[in-house]
């Protein structure tokens, strides 16, 4: 038991000690520094006198009598002038003697670039120089010729003439047939049902294929609705074939009711065949 306390008790004299002894070394540590602190500030002492001998007022302002520093050019209170301004030199305009033509006659204006600028909009500035006339110029008017760029002046002197397509064609007589053959084929359609007469169309069909009346109108009005339609689209350029299957499907179609009296049916088939064979 007795070993054990001494054992406790030397223990806490060295970890005493350990404290003491950090306390001695921080006490030395914060004398050194206070030490270098004063050989600091003894050292930068003639520089700050220096620099407050520097920062005196030598100018007076002759406006407000306020005192400034020796390198002010203006009063700090009034902002005037401490220092005379320099003079501008004068430049002398001279007009430009062209030979031949004598002084005060006008000649043709040239017009002038603002740097950096393009020649034709002075606006833009310039991407490009013409590897013909020199002339800068932007984006938009340049040129490629081969392996130059070019001014929009000079690709017109310089590139040939490219012929331009003529427009294509309207299909302007298979046009007018196929809508002929629509009108007809829907009123013929449209006829059953007012005139008796026509109903023989309507029998007719029926005692053939066995579609009943109803049918053959909505057959007979559709068809002809379609063949309108595709007398516009066979006009429209490019779509002359699309238009001609159309025209003549639905004339086919268009049978079942009358066909247009026949004409229509007729006349469908020889419109669509037109705008099929029709370059």
């Known amino acids: ?7 406790i008790a030397v223990q806490s004299f060295f970890v005493r000690g350990r404290r003491v002894m950090r306390m001695v070394r921080t006490i030395e540590e ?18 700050y006198q220096t620099a407050r001998e520097d920062d005196i007022m030598v100018k007076k302002c ?24 320099k003079p501008v030199p ?15 006659v006008p000649t043709s204006t040239v017009r002038v670039t603002p740097p950096g600028m393009c020649f034709y909009h002075t606006s833009l500035r310039a991407s490009y120089v013409c590897n013909r006339c020199g002339r800068a110029i932007c984006r938009d008017c340049a040129k490629a010729y081969a392996d130059l760029v070019m001014c929009p002046s000079c690709y017109r002197e310089v590139a040939p003439a490219v012929p331009t397509a003529p427009p294509p064609s309207r299909p302007f007589m298979p046009m007018i047939l196929s809508l002929v053959a629509g009108v007809l084929t829907l009123a013929c359609a449209l006829g059953i049902l007012l005139s008796p007469a026509l109903m023989i169309f309507a029998v007719l069909m029926y005692l053939v294929t066995g579609i009943s009346a109803t ?5 007979g009005v559709l068809a002809g609705f379609l063949m309108i339609a595709g007398a516009l689209v066979l006009y429209q350029p490019g779509y ?13 179609a268009g049978l079942l009711a009358g066909g247009g009296f026949i004409i229509g049916f007729v006349l469908g088939l020889i419109g669509g065949a037109l705008s099929l064979t029709q370059k």
């Open 62 to 85: 002759s406006k407000c009598g306020v005192d400034n520093k020796d390198e002010a050019t203006s009063c700090s209170a009034c902002g005037n002038l401490l220092v005379a301004a």
């Open 240 to 252: 002359g074939t699309l238009g001609g299957i159309i025209v003549m499907v639905s004339s086919v």
């Open 90 to 104: 004068s430049v002398k305009v001279v007009q430009p003697i062209t030979p031949g033509v004598a002084v005060g």
């Open 215 to 219: 049918w053959v109108l909505i057959l």
């Open 1 to 7: 038991m007795m070993a054990r306390l001494l054992a």
């Open 30 to 47: 914060s004398i050194a520094v206070r030490t270098l602190l004063e050989r600091l500030k003894n050292y930068l002492r003639p520089v």
